[in-house]
């Protein structure tokens, strides 16, 4: 991977509706409004920083599944595929 | 339970309206505006980052049956069967 | 009791307009617009969450007969009786 | 007094307009928009909770005579008098 | 002075424009929308709060000539003259 | 480099829509509407102000190229050269 | 110079436009809307108050050429001379 996300950036690929509907296992509920997104994360931040000026270690790392609200994430194409970049806030939870 | 939530996201089994008016002790009041609902905790987050980098507890644990605002959390479905996510913040009150 | 209130949450047994008008001695002024409403405290909870992951005491205690500010309170029924959810940042004063 | 404020809440008789215009000294300015009302301090919060779980000590006690910016206090009445329960971030100034 | 501010507040005499004009060094720009206005300080209060309940220093003192932002600080007669009470916050500089 | 930004300001000279398409590897996503640009970091200021007093590290350096987010940086020509100046906490992630 | 700011405020003579063009090294970018303004420290204030109740040293001294945002500072005329009153935070770099 040819990103470094900084502060608490994280770059996913997004599972296409399709994929996760397959899979099968976790869905987004079936309210229209509220769908989180799902996906793999391929790079993380540094992490929060501190009052100390340290960093707070990221709660995902690379190769975790996880689902996060679809804000209005950034988009960007790396080789051609399509990745967002989300805030580590908006990530809700780690799917195993 | 194969999510994780991070943070202090909490996943949440919502109780149906009718099973909550059968058990009957512990009714969201007459009022339609403010009635929070109930369910019970199946999985927790990290809680909250602190200013040295720790994590405070979280105040709910698996198993707890909560009461909770119904802003408007993500709903999530996992295994056929709906579930909310649910900030430990709008968690009111562990019911026994 | 069987609700346990989480972080400052305070559950309140609001008294009714009638009898505290009886009772005589601290009413609410004569403004319509604001009026704090009274009640006694049936349970309260964790306290506040300080940054060294302490928490602070609640400043009320069970039975404490309270003044508190009617912003929108979640109103829960226990038992077939009425109760409101109180922040303990909306509850202005003790009276004795 | 039979009641106990908590927080930095200050219970204050306030003083009628006739009465602050006879004694003359201090005065509201001529503006309309802008004039602070005059009461005595009759009760006091706790103080303002600090990070370390204390608490601040107040910067008014029982028996002074504030003037207070006249936002939107609660009102109250004690044994038939009325009395305004006024945040002490909204007393501006201790009159001698 | 028969008032002592509290908090970070600060009574100020303002100067008359026509006095302002006449000392004739230091004047308000010509843009009519951001014309701060001066004052001579008569009294400050304790200085901020800090997060170990300390008080920081005021940064003016009784008879600094100052020149402030004209938000709508409150007004006040004492004696019969008009003063304003201006937020520390809201003095720019002082004039020498 | 004649300027020297302060607090948490970056001067970026911006690539060329162009310039980015050729190069190819790292591409803005097809949606209009979140596009970050990229740049190459020519500045960097002192870094956030920590409560200490002391400066947190800044998280890029000169040399790097970098993504961020478009809001509405200043502009700056120098020599002739137009360059950006964005703030650390829009930069979202450094490109290899 | 009379005149001394306090807090994080900084007094600034402005460029005149024709002057910065004629110097023409470091010019506000083509756009009209975010173009920068530049100008001479001749005063800085006492720093921004820490939680220490110390002052964090001023990123700007007197002498230094800047570059600020032209929100909306205060003008002030000292001797016959226009100056306007900047915060530092609005103040992007130092010129040299």
Redesign the interface.
Known sequence: M??????T?V?VKPKKEDDITKSG???????E????EQGEVV?VG?G???????R??M??KVGDNV?F?KY????????GE????VAE?D??????
Do not use: F, T
């Not at 296992?25 to 309210?31: A, N, R, T, Y």
């Not at 929060?48 to 340290?54: E, F, H, M, S, Y």
């Open positions: 040819n990103i470094k996300p900084i502060h950036n770059v296992i976790i869905l987004p509920g079936s309210s409004k509220e769908r989180p790079a540094e929060k920083l501190l009052d100390d000026g340290k707070a270690p709660s995902v689902m609200k209005s994430p950034d988009e960007v194409s790396i080789d399509d990745y967002l970049i806030g990530i809700i939870a780690i799917l195993k």
